[in-house]
């Protein structure tokens, strides 16, 4: 089974500065997709980013960049020029590519991490 | 509806009572998504439909959860016996068919089990 791992539970950001957060996860599989979902505290997760694990080039997304490292199963989120807006609960998942039978196309996320930017 | 939508927001009950979550996916999309997430905790898949498919229920924890959806829109994730560890925030999702197509998610339903 695959997992996800943020071992970062909080950091914090200065405003304008750039902040990374990791992500790893574990899969034997050779294609799947990588996610990062931003949850603000109404509670609605916001997708920020998808990376496809075939493709080398990394996804970016205005302010929002990935570094996404096939060989170390590492999925890093990179935010630019923070701003108050980006606070907020960051999740990393992860989706199979190939579904098996009686499967689903689920989502399995990491555990989050709290995003603070200081004014 | 622009979103997903599902209500109540915010559910109190008692340890024992059966409860209801309902979900209404964005129109068109076949693919929905029940997750639960506790207190600290990231998300926990629970149920999978797609189309007319056969339902996975891999994630659902004991037989007192059970989910269904009709007519290939809304969805009841019905919880029976609550007990409180049951006490989480129930998130549904829908997407147009997973892949590389990202899942939208409803604001979720806070359930609190006292």
């Known amino acids: 089974a695959q997992t996800v791992t943020q071992s970062q539970p909080e950091m914090s950001v200065q405003e304008a500065e750039t902040v990374t957060l990791s992500c790893t996860y574990d899969?034997?599989?050779?294609?799947?997709?990588l996610f990062w979902y931003k949850q603000p505290p109404s509670r609605q997760m916001i997708l920020v980013i998808r990376q496809e694990a075939y493709k080398q080039q990394n996804a970016t997304e205005n302010r929002f960049s990935v570094n996404f490292q096939k060989a170390a199963k590492s999925f890093s989120l990179k935010i630019s020029d923070s701003q108050l807006g980006d606070a907020a609960m960051y999740f990393c998942?992860?989706?199979?590519?190939?579904?098996?039978?009686?499967?689903?196309?689920?989502?399995?996320f990491g555990k989050g991490m709290k995003l603070t930017v200081n004014p | 509806g622009a979103g997903v939508s599902q209500s109540p927001s915010n559910k109190v009950t008692e340890k024992g009572k059966d409860v209801e979550l309902r979900c209404d996916p964005i129109?068109?999309?076949?693919?929905l998504y029940w997750y639960r997430q506790s207190l600290g905790q990231g998300l926990e898949f629970l149920i999978y439909?797609?189309?007319?498919?056969?339902?996975?229920k891999s994630g659902l924890p004991s037989d007192r959860f059970s989910a269904e959806r009709t007519g290939g829109s809304v969805s009841t994730l019905t919880i029976q016996r609550t007990q409180q560890e049951d006490s989480a925030v129930y998130l549904c999702?829908?997407?147009?068919?997973?892949?590389?197509?990202?899942?939208?998610f409803g604001p979720g339903t806070r359930l609190t089990v006292l």
């Open positions: 998942a992860y989706r199979s590519y190939y579904i098996t039978q009686g499967g689903s196309e689920k989502l399995v």
């Open positions: 129109s068109g999309h076949t693919a």
């Open positions: 899969t034997s599989e050779s294609d799947y997709y």
């Open positions: 999702a829908s997407s147009s068919s997973g892949g590389y197509n990202s899942e939208f």
């Open positions: 439909f797609q189309g007319n498919s056969a339902p996975d």
